[in-house]
């Protein structure tokens, strides 16, 4: 197999919403930019929106909100650990974002009043704003390639390339072929996604998963392994959503009246939706399963609720709901514990960044769920997605062409090839998964202790050693899945190490441990820090304080 050599200005490793988003900006600002897009599926179709999307969680509408009131929300719905700039700054543009994607024929329901209509997502204030829109994906993406981004579709980023510290470009597989493309550039953005498949759904299922199911943390371990930290590892976010679906629910049924409902046909939550850690003491104490109930509403309630499920959010779900049997309007919607995953759309795991979506690797910029911009969603990948270009594109224009790492391209392959070798090889790539994300859901996710957790390490260097020389690969599409599982390993010890540090329960179920089961603000309302050290494999756990709107420290 021959490698492909391509060359770019700026590089995007994930052509989901951040990716497209930074594309856009990055042509916009500079026409002539050479912008080349490697995406792991289709773009059209590629990312956590997939399609279409129903609302713009997060937006400070003019008059109505503040980006001050945003900021004392995310602090308290993250228990503190949050850096103010970030999330400042993305309030300050979510609805020049708004007024942006409107222009592109983005549909924003109003209310009677003229209004945006806007719905009670946060704990303070009314920030999601309702969007209807089903082809929001293929939008973007359009936009982007129609403006001159080059996009590889069906490319995984493997390993980003350095010249003397600073990111050169990067290095990817074809998921089909196994074939690789080096790419040089001399700025690299990535915003391949948070990390997914990590413990196994209820089904045993490995891709009925709630996210992207090619998110599996490919963003994280290209970042850390270039020299770029991590914080939030120990935050695994788990959802409860539709038994055996793990779709998105709640924002669009319980924000509109919907109520949670268990066992007992206690109310759990009704026309708010930020009361999560109700509907995770209740399922643990038994009284589950949970059900949401819409058949109180009015006809017109329920079927814009069907509307928007069925066209614009996975509209797979009408198929799902009628196979089975459940009318809305007679029957409830049984709800479960989805796996859990790290991301910083809706959890606070990710690259550690500014809010100029910097990394303190110079050259590299991080946006969108592989960013740990707190609970950011799809507005944070939005706006990040622009800042990071616009940053990017600044620092191409500063800085002289990298050279380019030849031996680096050259050790790839080598890797890649000694993983087509057949002796002794037997173990079948989805077996290792399977068994990978199994022991992750027995010993790293929550209830935590140091027991469990050590365990997993002890775990992941049997798995490490069996993907080394035990895992057997026969084509291009199992060489994918194996670097994938690697990733998913080196992803759960840096979810395991994060937990062992943070010696404390915070955040409810994402991060319970039954040996330190109560909340230490004393010494533990910090960030937590994972990196490597250099010119070793070995990783670093270090600490990081909590910086207000007046603080600003360069990433390390």
């Given at each position: 197999?021959?490698?492909?050599?391509?060359?770019?200005d700026?590089l995007?490793?994930?052509?989901?919403s951040a990716?497209?988003?930074?594309?856009i900006?990055?042509?916009?600002?500079?026409?002539?930019?050479?912008?080349v897009?490697l995406?792991?599926?289709?773009?059209?179709?590629?990312g956590?929106?997939?399609?279409?999307?129903d609302a713009l969680?997060?937006?400070?509408?003019?008059n109505?909100?503040?980006?001050?009131?945003?900021?004392e929300?995310?602090?308290?719905?993250?228990d503190?650990?949050?850096?103010?700039?970030?999330?400042?700054?993305?309030a300050?543009r979510?609805f020049?974002?708004?007024?942006?994607?409107?222009?592109?024929?983005?549909?924003?329901?109003?209310d009677?009043n003229?209004?945006?209509?806007?719905?009670?997502y946060?704990?303070k204030?009314?920030?999601?704003?309702a969007?209807?829109?089903?082809?929001?994906?293929?939008?973007?993406?359009?936009?982007?390639?129609?403006?001159?981004a080059k996009?590889?579709?069906?490319?995984?980023?493997?390993?980003?390339?350095?010249?003397?510290?600073?990111?050169?470009?990067?290095?990817?597989?074809?998921?089909?072929?196994?074939?690789?493309?080096?790419?040089?550039?001399?700025?690299?953005?990535?915003?391949?996604g948070?990390?997914?498949r990590?413990?196994?759904p209820n089904?045993?299922?490995?891709?009925?998963?709630?996210?992207y199911p090619?998110?599996?943390g490919?963003?994280y371990?290209?970042?850390?392994?270039?020299?770029a930290?991590?914080?939030g590892?120990?935050?695994?976010?788990?959802?409860?959503?539709i038994?055996d679906?793990?779709?998105?629910?709640?924002?669009?049924?319980v924000?509109?009246?919907?109520?949670?409902?268990?066992?007992?046909?206690?109310i759990?939550m009704?026309?708010e939706?930020?009361?999560?850690?109700r509907?995770?003491?209740?399922?643990?104490?038994?009284?589950?399963?949970l059900?949401?109930?819409?058949?109180?509403?009015?006809?017109?309630t329920i079927?814009?609720i069907?509307s928007i499920?069925?066209?614009?959010?996975?509209?797979?779900?009408?198929?799902?709901f009628k196979n089975?049997g459940?009318?809305?309007?007679k029957?409830?919607?049984?709800?479960?514990?989805?796996?859990?995953?790290?991301?910083?759309?809706?959890?606070l795991?990710?690259?550690?960044?500014n809010?100029k979506a910097?990394?303190?690797?110079?050259g590299?910029f991080?946006?969108?769920?592989a960013?740990?911009v707190?609970k950011?969603?799809?507005?944070g990948?939005?706006?990040?997605?622009e800042?990071?270009a616009?940053?990017?594109?600044?620092?191409?224009?500063?800085?002289?062409?990298?050279r380019?790492?030849?031996?680096?391209?050259?050790?790839v392959?080598?890797?890649?090839?000694?993983r087509?070798?057949s002796?002794?090889?037997?173990?079948?790539v989805r077996?290792l998964?399977?068994?990978?994300?199994r022991?992750?859901?027995?010993?790293?996710?929550?209830?935590?202790n140091?027991?469990?957790?050590?365990?997993?390490?002890?775990?992941?260097?049997?798995f490490?050693?069996?993907i080394?020389?035990?895992?057997?690969?026969?084509?291009?599409?199992?060489?994918?899945?194996?670097?994938e599982?690697?990733?998913?390993?080196?992803?759960?010890d840096?979810?395991?190490l994060?937990?062992?540090?943070?010696?404390?329960?915070?955040?409810?179920y994402?991060?319970l441990?039954?040996?330190y089961?109560?909340?230490?603000?004393?010494?533990?309302?910090?960030?937590?820090l994972?990196?490597?050290?250099k010119?070793?494999?070995?990783?670093?756990?270090?600490w990081?304080?909590?910086?207000?709107?007046?603080?600003?420290?360069?990433?390390q």
């Open positions: 197999m021959e490698t492909r050599y391509v060359n770019a700026l995007i490793i994930g052509g989901g990716g497209c988003m930074a594309a900006k990055a042509l916009d600002l500079k026409p002539d930019l050479k912008v897009i995406e792991k599926g289709d773009i059209k179709y590629s956590s929106i997939a399609r279409g999307m969680n997060i937006v400070v509408i003019p109505f909100t503040t980006p001050e009131l945003y900021l929300d995310i602090t308290a719905s993250c503190g650990i949050v850096d103010a700039r970030p999330s400042y700054a993305m300050q979510s020049e974002m708004l007024k942006k994607l409107e222009g592109w024929g983005v549909h924003f329901p109003l009677r003229n209004q945006y209509r806007t719905l009670r946060h704990v204030g009314e920030f999601q704003t969007m209807n829109e089903p082809n929001l994906k293929v939008m973007i993406a359009e936009r982007a390639l129609g403006m001159g996009v590889m579709n069906r490319i995984m980023g493997l390993e980003l390339l350095l010249d003397d510290g600073r990111v050169a470009g990067a290095v990817g597989l074809h998921v089909r072929t196994g074939e690789i493309v080096a790419c040089r550039a001399k700025a690299v953005l990535i915003s391949a948070g990390q997914a990590f413990s196994l089904s045993g299922y490995l891709y009925g998963v709630f996210d090619g998110n599996s490919d963003a371990v290209m970042a850390l392994m270039a020299g930290a991590l914080t590892m120990e935050y695994s976010n788990r959802s409860m959503l038994k679906a793990n779709m998105p629910l709640l924002a669009i049924t924000s509109r009246g919907g109520r949670v409902m268990d066992i007992f046909d206690n759990i009704e026309g939706v930020h009361s999560l850690g509907m995770n003491q209740a399922f643990y104490e038994g009284r589950g399963p059900r949401i109930r819409l058949s109180h509403l009015p006809i017109e079927e814009e069907e499920l069925f066209s614009t959010e996975r509209p797979v779900q009408e198929r799902f089975r459940v009318d809305f309007r029957g409830d919607i049984e709800l479960w514990p989805t796996e859990c995953q790290l991301c910083g759309g809706h959890g795991s990710g690259v550690y960044v809010e910097e990394t303190g690797v110079p590299l991080v946006a969108g769920d960013a740990c707190p950011q969603h799809l507005t990948a939005f706006v990040f997605g800042v990071a616009e940053n990017a594109v600044a620092f191409i224009n500063s800085q002289p062409v990298p380019f790492a030849a031996g680096q391209v050259k050790s392959e080598a890797e890649r090839n000694s087509f070798a002796t002794g090889r037997s173990i079948d077996d998964e399977y068994k990978a994300r022991l992750i859901s027995d010993y790293v996710i929550s209830p935590k140091k027991f469990k957790l050590d365990q997993w390490l002890k775990w992941s260097d049997k490490k050693q069996e080394k020389e035990k895992t057997a690969i026969h084509n291009g599409h199992e060489l994918s899945k194996l670097y599982v690697e990733n998913i390993v080196r992803c759960a840096y979810s395991a994060a937990s062992l540090e943070r010696k404390e329960s915070r955040w409810g994402n991060h441990r039954t040996d089961p109560e909340k230490d603000d004393k010494n533990m309302r910090r960030h937590i994972i990196d490597q050290k010119d070793s494999p070995e990783l670093d756990v270090t990081q304080a909590v910086l207000g709107l007046d603080e600003r420290e360069v990433c």
